[in-house]
């Protein structure tokens, strides 16, 4: 398919909406489920195009980023595709240079050492422009899902990209970021800022080519005490909900739910709960009980099953996925992994997963409407 051909205008109708239905607070036959990571290295012919392209080979070329989100989607019964990218193309659409090691993970040759540093990104960034072969991926694949399931978009959330580009990569306790907040308070915000306003402009543009559903990544949420999280995370992750929402609605995009999930976020659940997304994402340190007890019942959540539960026998799981989702309920519930997939997981237990989700809540919604 050429990629100058496509339309926006002209996508499939949608076969399977449960998981814009859960987001919204409407009636499901059963409960939906993606799995964070879902395209990734648990998957052998992932693992093989990985021997022929770069990562960001993968996410930097349309078609082959189409082809790695359609695998998992050929292979189970999942609810949602996700776009195969990755939330540092926002760096380098900043002129940052991103390594990804297989070993280490994402590397910044040049991080951000001192403020005099935000001088060298490219603050003029044109989304539209920089990250287009993203856009592209996303049309692509919305007319290749040829609305079997919806598509979800994504990015990092300001607080996440901001420490990446300081730290320089991964890291335990994300100090020389935090240390930034404490001695460059002033131009953190300025940064922080700067990273908001390409955030929104790269989720509407997401949403413009194609993207049914967003979702925010606040991947390092964990790393932050209740003050500095207040101050430095949540005011960009509510300006993000306020602004895609209505930058989308001047465009006539009314609908597009969504979703933030902010990891470690245990501590700051009140306050994410009213920032304006229609989905809650939680990970798997958060009893359900307990996040439908402080979260408002117009809010839908996602998760929370522990990664390390795929581990288990399919006895076992099973149980697991049983008390899960008698603890959530299945109304305004997307069923996921608190965290994303690990590498090493069986893909049997990914299907075994998935069909028992589906299973097991259709028999609790019949039995809840008797």
């Given at each position: ?58 996410v930097q070329n349309p078609q082959l980023a189409c082809e790695v989100t359609m695998m998992p989607i050929n292979r189970f019964d999942l609810d949602a595709a996700i776009i195969f990218s990755d939330i540092l ?22 991080p951000l050492i001192a403020p005099s540093d935000i001088s060298k990104l490219k603050k003029d960034c044109d989304v539209k422009k920089k990250l287009s072969y993203v856009l592209d991926a996303i049309t692509l ?230």
């Amino acid at each position: 398919m050429s990629l100058s051909h496509l339309s926006t205008s002209n996508f499939s109708p949608l076969k399977n909406d449960l998981i814009i239905r859960a987001a919204k607070g409407e009636s499901v036959e059963r409960v939906p489920i993606w799995i964070m990571r879902q395209a990734g290295r648990y998957l052998a012919e992932f693992r093989e195009l990985l021997k022929k392209h770069s990562f960001f080979e993968l996410v930097q070329n349309p078609q082959l980023a189409c082809e790695v989100t359609m695998m998992p989607i050929n292979r189970f019964d999942l609810d949602a595709a996700i776009i195969f990218s990755d939330i540092l193309v926002i760096p380098q659409a900043l002129g940052m240079t991103v390594e990804m090691s297989p070993q280490k993970g994402p590397i910044f040759p040049s991080p951000l050492i001192a403020p005099s540093d935000i001088s060298k990104l490219k603050k003029d960034c044109d989304v539209k422009k920089k990250l287009s072969y993203v856009l592209d991926a996303i049309t692509l694949t919305r007319h290749t899902l040829d609305g079997k399931v919806p598509l979800i978009g994504f990015s990092g959330a300001p607080w996440t990209l901001m420490s990446y580009m300081i730290e320089g990569g991964n890291s335990k306790t994300h100090s020389k970021a935090k240390a930034w907040l404490y001695k460059y308070p002033k131009e953190s915000h300025n940064l922080l800022n700067l990273l908001t306003n390409i955030v929104v402009d790269y989720l509407v543009e997401q949403a413009c080519a194609g993207a049914q559903l967003l979702q925010l990544f606040e991947s390092n949420a964990g790393c932050l005490d209740h003050n500095l999280f207040v101050n430095f995370a949540l005011p960009y992750i509510e300006k993000i909900s306020k602004e895609v929402r209505f930058k989308l609605q001047e465009r006539n995009f009314h609908d597009v739910p969504m979703i933030i999930y902010a990891k470690d976020g245990h501590y700051v659940l009140d306050e994410l709960a009213q920032c304006g997304y229609d989905v809650l994402g939680l990970d798997w340190t958060i009893e359900p009980r307990n996040a439908r007890k402080i979260c408002d019942e117009n809010l839908s959540l996602q998760g929370n099953l522990d990664p390390c539960a795929l581990y288990a026998s399919n006895e076992d799981l099973t149980k697991i996925i049983r008390d899960m989702l008698l603890k959530f309920g299945c109304k305004r519930y997307i069923a996921n992994l608190g965290h994303g997939i690990y590498p090493d997981i069986n893909p049997e237990s990914v299907k075994h997963l998935v069909n028992q989700i589906h299973l097991i809540s259709h028999e609790i919604i019949q039995k809840e409407n008797i």
